[in-house]
Every structure is written in C-alpha cells, then in structure tokens.
C-alpha cells in the first residue's frame, strides 16, 4: 500500500532529527537549530591519536586540517566539520584497535551524561564552537608570557601540566546544567590539541558565592602548589565601582591573591578571566559595555604583567547583533529559574542564548565560549614552545624575580597561610586532652571530618598565626572559629587566646532551636602574633542537656579592616571537599553534587525572582535586552 505523502514527510523528519553521528550524508547535529533534541549525547575522552603538526600536536581525530585562517603563526586552532571528524576519527580507531576510555563526563544533572561505545564517536565536544579571529579578539592582554612559557616547556619535557581555575559561581558552574562548565570545555580543547593529556591537569577551585577576598585568604585550600597555570576570574563577582578608588576593601585583596599566586613554588602563569555580565538591575541598563569590575581588575594586569582574557572584548559586538550561541534577547531559564520544555520554547533557546540566567553563562554556549578562548590562549604558547622557541636569559631572570612592590599602598601579601579549614585545620592542632578528630558523614562522599568532644573540661588548642599584612601590628584582625551547631546533643565550649595573641573570652554554644545541622562561623578579634594559640573548653553549663562540641575550622584575616566572610554553606562545602583530596586541596567535582544543583537552582531562581519584579515594576521601558522572560525568541536574527 503506498505511503502518503505525510507520512513519508514525517518519516525524513524523524530521520534527520534522530540520524547517528556516522550518517554523513545529512547536514552535521552541530549545523542543525534544533539538533539538542536529537539522540547526540557526546561521547568523549575515548582514546584517539594525535600528531603533531610542526610540532603542535593538533588532534587528528577531529580533523587534519590546521586553522590559519585568521593569523600567519601556524598555531594550534581546530576546526572543521563534525562530519569529517566522525569518519576519520573512527577509521583511525578501527585501524588500531583502540577502545572506548572509562571515564565519561557525568553531566551537572541526573539523567544528562556521555555515553562510550567502542567504534564510536561525535566530536561535537571538541569542535569548536568558536573561530579563531573570535578566540583571539578575547586576548584584551598580551602580558609577559614567560612563566606561560616556561610551564609548556615543563610540560615538553615530561612533566605534568596544572592548570588551576579560581573564582566565583561562574567558574565553579553555574548555568551548566546540560553541558559542562567552562574548565571543563578546556580540559576537553587540550585533551584534544596537546600530544599527552593524561599528563593534563585542570581542577577547579571555585566556590560559588564567594569574592576574591575570600580567595586571598583561602587560597592554599584551593590551589595545589604545584600549580603551573591559574585562571582568576572575579569581574562579575567583586563589586564594579567601590570607594575609595581603587584604594579599598575589594581591590586591596584581589591584588593580595595575585601576588600570592604569583609566589607559588612552580612560579605559575596568573590570567586574568573577565566574565561578563549583560543583563543588569534595574533593567533598563542591561548592555552596557562598561559594567563591570574589568577595567579596575585589568589595571593589576597591566602592573603584573599578566596575560588577560575579556569575553566583552571577544563576543560583546556578537550579543548586540544577536549571533547564534550569543543572544541576550532573553536568559534561557524562565522566571522561576528554570528550563522551560512546554511548547518547544527551550528549543528556540539551547545553543542560541549565551545565558542560562542574568548572570550565568549556559553550559552549552557562554561557557563553552569562555572554555574555548582559555584553551586558546594555552594552545598559543604551546605552539611557540613546540616550534622551538627558547626563553632568553631576560625572560628567565623575569620569572626568578621578586615581585615589585604593591600597586596599592601597604598592600604586602601575608607570607602565612590563613585559612585553615579540613586537613589544613587539623594540622594546627598542637595539644588537646580527648578532643578527636572524627568524620561524621554518613558516606565517604559526603565526609564531615571535625575535633569532637562531648566531656566536660576536655580542651584543645590550636596554633595560628595573625600578623596582618599591614605595617601597623597593634591593629586587631578578625579570627572566625567554624563549629557544629544543631538541635540535640550540642553544649558549650569558652574560648580564649593564649601565647603571644589575646582576645576577650567568648562562650560558643552549639545548640539551637531549629532541627537543622550546619556549620557555624563565630566571628572574633584578636590581636597580631606570629604564634597564636586559641584554646576551646568544654563546659559544663549547657542549653540542651549534653556537652558535644564539634569544631571545623579557623579563618583570619589578614588586613585589620577586612570583614569576616560568614558564608557558612561554603565553608562547609570547602570543608567536605577539601577532606576528600589526599593533599588537602578543594577541587568542585568533590562536593556533593545534589547540595551544589541545589545551592544552582535556588541561586538561578531568585535571580530571575528579583529581575522580573523590576520589569514588573516597570523599570525596564527601554533597556537594552530587556524583554518578557516567558516568551519563546523568534530567531529573525544573524546565526
């Protein structure tokens, strides 16, 4: 019986949206507006050759063919059709007999992940989305590329490379729900373009909620020390215009950790990574091109040298044109915060909007973006180092330098460590008499390590240092002490200063009413020492009847006029994570995953929360980009 017309129409539909990633003969999943709803799921980290090409090592599996379309330096760009890709990626394959690798990348939520088969593989996640006159636009800073150098040359000559990324909720993923986050994207543009990448490390040491005063303090808790390349990304965390100028509490500790970093024992690359953010409150100003902490961070650039990565400078024009994979004509996520599914409306928008909320890039385009110009900047140095290019006596005697005084003024980085939180608290404890170091997590991959004690008198005590960064020693800095609160089997503990520190007594008490457990941070002053000794005591006086103190961890600042940091759920999240790495060091992938999803949704949704009560109110008339939320986007626009 002959089929009718529209069933054999429906039935090309179906094919062209369901066809496997070898079918060459149809347009690429990549090509297609609507190719997120197709069976694609990316499979990765399979083993597959690379070659070197003039000593490159650009990845063959995607495509033989070097980008050169934009610059004369024969560097390492990828590009080129997913199609292509497929055949000769899976032929080589076959020809050699590899197999599929263990690990897939596991996805932000439950139900998203890479599949592995042997004999195949989509590309997808290794071309890029990105040309190269766009990576390179992203290059606002040249710097000083020696120490960039130098680490490729490290890695040249057999030893690993680190790359460390630090930052806010932009860096630690948020906005990735259904694609990874944007170290993530890197991690995958190396493994494709540099010759060993079992010898390729990226970790991720962000912490949502958090500025760069935070990570001036902490860190040694986020950065391993032989770290050979740092990533900072806090233009959109730290705030845009703060008073004084320049000379305040925003920047004097955002150059405080550049220095730091700068000191590390590898003497690391330091970039700086300008995130962007378009929409702003109240509506009516989204699109500036100056909104941000940019310009003011980029001056510390400028001072140190140090290489910088702008995505205004690289996509702004792009989002104004409103480009496939860069539209701002609204978030992807709807006013609760979330993916909108009904009536195709997410279709319209995965793969064509930037943003996954006001402030987050999607997993699929903004943080692939900003993976791509990372990785690019790396691939750029790899080429000089592979080509042969040698550092000149100047160039190494740049790198063994001391760093010149501050930019600002009495602004010395403390040469200590000053955050102290899971095996680095553990090592500060110097005498106790039944205080335990005991995990309380209900599973190794949620470990809850503390000093516990449940005996009235038992004590113990913690050595620290607090000398400020400041010329003046008589100035007093704030202390914040990390203890379990909860509503049963909690008592008190005093707390006091000993040795060459004192601070006024103060009584913890860890019972409270509501039937929650969490971490607590209890703020204190306390004056400068080299050797501080903070000692806790149980008491016998209790509010619930039991004596159980729990302590986690000291943090001290280390300017006199710093404000205490009492984000009590990163604290606990930097506690856990940091706990499961054998040296001590946090790294994002070992939080527990539903608490981050979850901390992400609420984030995203209150976000959109407060961005559609300013339209509501109506304060958008007139702003650039701002438009109804819940309505799909027509795409009449430049793709």
Excluded at 95 to 105: D, F, I, K, T
Excluded at 531 to 552: A, N
Aim: glycine share 8%; aromatic share 8%; net charge negative.
């Amino acid at each position: 019986m002959p089929y009718s017309r529209q069933t054999l129409l429906f039935a090309l539909g179906l094919l062209l949206l369901l066809q496997p990633p070898a079918m060459e003969f149809l347009s690429p999943t990549a090509d297609r507006p609507f190719g997120g709803l197709a069976i694609a799921a990316a499979r990765i980290n399979r083993p597959f050759r690379t070659r070197s090409a003039g000593g490159h090592g650009v990845a063959f599996g995607l495509n033989r063919d070097v980008d050169n379309s934009s610059d004369d330096d024969g560097d390492a760009d990828t590009t080129g059709s997913a199609g292509a890709g497929t055949s000769r990626g899976d032929n080589a394959a076959r020809g050699e007999g590899q197999v599929c690798g263990e690990a897939c990348y596991k996805g932000m939520l439950a139900g998203t992940s890479g599949a592995c088969k042997a004999q195949e593989f989509n590309p997808g996640l290794f071309q890029m989305l990105t040309d190269a006159r766009t990576r390179r636009a992203a290059q606002s800073s040249f710097g000083d590329r020696s120490r960039f150098q130098a680490a490729l040359k490290r890695y040249q000559d057999g030893a690993n490379l680190t790359v460390v990324t630090v930052g806010g909720s932009i860096t630690a993923g948020q906005g990735a729900v259904d694609a990874p986050p944007y170290p993530k994207w890197m991690q995958f543009v190396l493994d494709a373009n540099l010759p060993d990448k079992d010898r390729v490390k990226v970790r991720n040491g962000a912490v949502p909620g958090t500025s760069s005063q935070y990570m001036s303090s902490c860190h040694n808790v986020h950065v391993p020390r032989d770290a050979d390349v740092i990533f900072v990304e806090y233009a959109v965390n730290d705030e845009e215009m703060p008073m004084p100028h320049m000379n305040n509490q925003i920047r004097r500790p955002y150059e405080r950790l550049l220095r730091k970093l700068l000191g590390y024992p590898n003497r690391p690359a330091v970039i700086l990574m300008h995130a962007y953010r378009w929409f702003q409150l109240p509506a009516d100003t989204s699109g500036q091109f100056w909104m941000s902490s940019e310009r003011q961070q980029s001056e510390f650039g400028l001072f140190y040298g140090l290489p910088q990565l702008s995505v205004k400078a690289c996509c702004y024009h792009y989002m104004a044109e409103g480009k496939k994979g860069f539209q701002v004509k609204r978030p992807r996520a709807d006013r609760h915060g979330v993916i909108q599914h009904e009536n195709f409306i997410d279709a319209t928008l995965k793969d064509f909007a930037f943003y996954y909320d006001l402030v987050h890039p999607d997993g699929n385009t903004g943080h692939r973006i900003m993976g791509e110009i990372a990785a690019q900047l790396v691939l750029d140095v790899w080429a000089d180092v592979a080509s042969g290019s040698q550092l000149s006596p100047e160039d190494q005697q740049a790198i063994d330098a001391p760093l010149p005084s501050p930019m600002l003024p009495d602004n010395l980085e403390s040469k200590a460590d000053k955050c102290f939180i899971g095996p680095a608290f553990q090592r500060t404890m110097v005498e106790t008499d039944g205080f335990q170091w005991v995990n309380e997590g209900k599973s190794a991959d949620l470990p809850k390590w503390g000093f516990v004690s449940d005996v009235p008198d038992q004590y113990i005590k913690f050595k620290i240092n607090t000398l400020s960064n400041r010329t003046r020693s008589d100035a007093m800095v704030t202390a914040e002490l990390g203890h379990l609160r909860s509503y049963e089997n909690m008592g008190r503990a005093g707390v006091q200063c000993e040795g060459g520190c004192t601070c006024n007594y103060w009584t913890l008490d860890g019972h409270q009413e509501s039937r929650t457990s969490q971490t607590f941070l209890q703020a204190f002053m306390v004056t400068q020492a080299e050797d501080c000794i903070i000692s806790v005591r149980v008491l016998k006086e209790t509010s619930s009847g039991k004596h159980k103190v729990k302590i986690t961890g000291i943090m001290v600042s280390e300017d006199p006029e710093a404000a205490a940091f009492q984000d009590w759920a990163s604290f606990d999240w930097v506690s856990i994570a940091a706990s499961k790495d054998p040296k001590g060091v946090f790294e994002i992938g070992n939080i527990a995953r539903r608490a981050l999803l979850e901390w992400n949704a609420a984030s995203s949704a209150e976000i959109m929360r407060v961005y559609h009560e300013s339209l509501d109110g109506g304060s958008a008339s007139g702003g650039r980009g701002a438009t109804n939320l819940d309505e799909p986007v027509t795409q009449s626009v430049v793709l």
